[in-house]
Structures are given as C-alpha cells and as structure tokens.
Nanobody, 121 residues
Framework: QVRLVESGGGLVQPGGSLRLSCAASGTIFSTGTMGWYRQAPGKQRELVATITRGDYRNYADSVKGRFTISRDNAKNTVALQMNSLEPEDTAVYYC???????????????WGQGTQVTVSS
C-alpha cells in the first residue's frame, strides 16, 4: 500500500520558519510531479508549490520568495522550507504526488493526510 506521510507542522511565530516533509512509502519505482497544497478554514484548497522530477519549480504568488520546495528522487521525498511565515499561511498542508509507479502498478493523484501549520503570536 502506497502512502504519503507528512511531518513537520506545528505552531510558529510570525516571521518564523518551518520545514515540512513528505515521504512516499511502499515499493516505489518512480514518482512524478510532487507538490504541496494548503487549505485554510473556510477557504478552498490551493496550490502552494510543485516540483517535477527534473527540479522545475512552481510557486503560488503568495509564497514566492519565502517558501522553497525540494525533492529527493532516490528517497521519494519532497520538502517545503517555509520562511518569513505570516498568519495568512495558517492552514492544513497536504502533500501530493501526481503519479507513482509501484509494485502494484501506477497510482495517480495521491494525497497525504495533511499537517497543520499555525502561524500566530
């Protein structure tokens, strides 16, 4: 069973930093584009950042210059370094992989369980 497991969420002060990690577990042969999305209370889920296997990165305008996404293809992990955090960044952050090739075949649009990030004084 393929799983995406996020970690690293928590409570931080405005201006602080947090690093989120997501690991794909199971017998995985390859991963496609990986990314982070977030959903704040009362708002729709939005893209935060994505990264392709070739390290092409895309960021939401609201996080450009503050967040950095990275991946390790050998370890099937993706991370999100969040700096200069603002209260508006408060949300549940979800890891996503658009395509995973595993011992059971190909799985599309996998989501993690989410990790809470709260930015508050």
């Amino acid at each position: 069973q393929v799983r995406l497991v996020e970690s690293g969420g928590g409570l931080v002060q405005p201006g602080g930093s947090l690093r989120l990690s997501c690991a794909a577990s199971g017998t995985i042969f390859s991963t496609g584009t990986m990314g982070w999305y977030r959903q704040a209370p009362g708002k729709q889920r939005e893209l935060v950042a994505t990264i392709t296997r070739g390290d092409y990165r895309n960021y939401a305008d609201s996080v450009k210059g503050r967040f950095t996404i990275s991946r390790d293809n050998a370890k099937n992990t993706v991370a999100l370094q969040m700096n200069s955090l603002e209260p508006e960044d408060t949300a549940v952050y979800y890891c996503n992989v658009d395509r995973l090739t595993t011992d059971r075949g190909i799985t599309y649009n996998m989501w993690g369980q989410g990790t809470q990030v709260t930015v508050s004084s």
